[in-house]
């Protein structure tokens, strides 16, 4: 039981191009959600999913997609990737609304 | 909007002291509160959350926090600080479908 596990760990863009970071979970929750933390900030939420094939905006969803073609997979994309992008990414997952929320590692992304 | 607001950024306590932590928070109803610990280059831990009955609620690692609707606040507190509490501590409320972070608190254990 792995638990969220996120792709990749770490990676380096420049400004413009494109990249997917995955999110994996093996515990059959329903509720995922993609996060960014910056400093003094918090974690914001930028997208989550109620169900598989299902997505919904967060409080910072501009310039992200995501898709949930399996329920246990979470994608999030970066069409053109920008400075302001430059984050740590959490991933995370819940059997329900209300209740705990089990996160990733984090995936550190630079934009150049 | 609901929003969380935890008023100290920095926290050094020597080890041994008691601790307390502090979150406020804004939600028009009866909230569902967290408290999560990141430690360096990790992932967030739940250390403990309410939802309703008691208001003071235990949670791993010695760490309690007290749901106070009238101050809408859910502090969290240990007695005995030790140095591998030291991390960075949010709390969050959830507001349906998400939850709403405060910008953290990071805490230094002094020997």
């Known amino acids: 039981n792995a638990g969220v596990t996120q792709t990749p760990k770490f990676r380096v863009l420049k400004t413009g191009q494109s990249m997917t970071l995955l999110c994996a979970q093996d515990?059959?929750?329903?509720?995922m959600y993609w996060y960014r933390q910056d400093p003094g900030m918090g974690l914001r939420l930028i997208h989550y999913s109620v169900g598989e094939g299902t997505t919904a905006k967060g409080e910072v969803p501009d310039g992200y997609n995501v898709s949930r073609l399996k329920k246990q997979n979470f994608l999030l994309g970066l069409e053109s990737a920008a400075p302001s992008q430059t984050s740590v990414y959490f991933c995370?997952?819940?059997?329900?609304?209300?209740?705990?929320?089990?996160f990733g590692p984090g995936t550190r992304l630079t934009v150049l | 909007a609901q929003s969380v607001t935890q008023p100290d950024i920095h926290i050094t306590v020597s080890e041994g002291a008691s601790l307390e932590l502090r979150c406020n928070y804004s939600y028009g109803a009866t909230p569902y509160l967290f408290w999560y610990v990141q430690s360096p280059g990790q992932g967030l831990q739940l250390l403990l959350k309410?939802?309703?009955?008691?208001?003071l609620v235990q949670g791993i690692k010695g760490f309690e926090a007290e749901f106070k609707r009238s101050q809408s606040s859910f502090n969290l507190r240990k007695p005995s600080v030790h140095w591998s509490d030291a991390a960075e501590y949010f709390c969050?409320?959830?507001?349906?479908?998400?939850?709403?972070f405060g910008g953290g608190t990071r805490l230094m254990v002094k020997p």
């Open positions: 515990m059959n929750h329903e509720y």
């Open positions: 969050a409320v959830d507001s349906g479908n998400m939850l709403t």
């Open positions: 995370a997952s819940s059997p329900d609304r209300g209740l705990m929320q089990f």
């Open positions: 309410y939802f309703s009955g008691d208001t």
